[in-house]
Nanobody, 128 residues
């Protein structure tokens, strides 16, 4: 199983950027996927999540209205569209997948930083 996050970079405040998480080695449509982030000196947090079918979404309050999570089953990819970026969005972003679990249990697991599979991170820096 492999989850590969990419798309990070250096942007200015107010810019937009899209991260992608490419998933392989598992049945993509049976896994809930989350995007996590870890800012310098801070704990990792769940930023957004999407259910296996795409009907249930979660966003941490700090990104609501600015970030949009989506998934493309044809490409086995989960995207995170980030608009109106702020310096406080600077972090390493990780994706993770959890299967065989209800949405509520998945969210509980994700909030406890627990998942079946993790990908390596991609770094986003937002300059002011």
């Amino acid at each position: 199983v492999q989850l590969q996050a990419f798309g990070g970079g250096l942007v200015q405040a107010g810019d937009s950027l899209r991260l992608s998480c490419s998933v392989s080695g598992l049945t993509f449509d049976t896994y809930n996927v989350g995007w996590f982030r870890q800012a310098p000196g801070k704990e990792r947090e769940l930023a957004a999540a999407i259910s296996w079918g795409g009907s249930s979404l979660y966003y941490v309050d700090s990104v609501k209205g600015r970030f949009t999570i989506s998934r493309d089953s044809a490409k086995n990819t989960v995207m995170l569209q980030m608009n109106s970026l702020k310096p406080e969005d600077t972090a390493v972003y990780f994706c993770a997948a959890k299967g065989r679990s209800s949405w509520l249990l998945t969210l509980q697991s994700f909030r406890n930083l627990q998942s079946d599979y993790w990908g390596q991170g991609t770094k986003l820096t937002v300059s002011s």
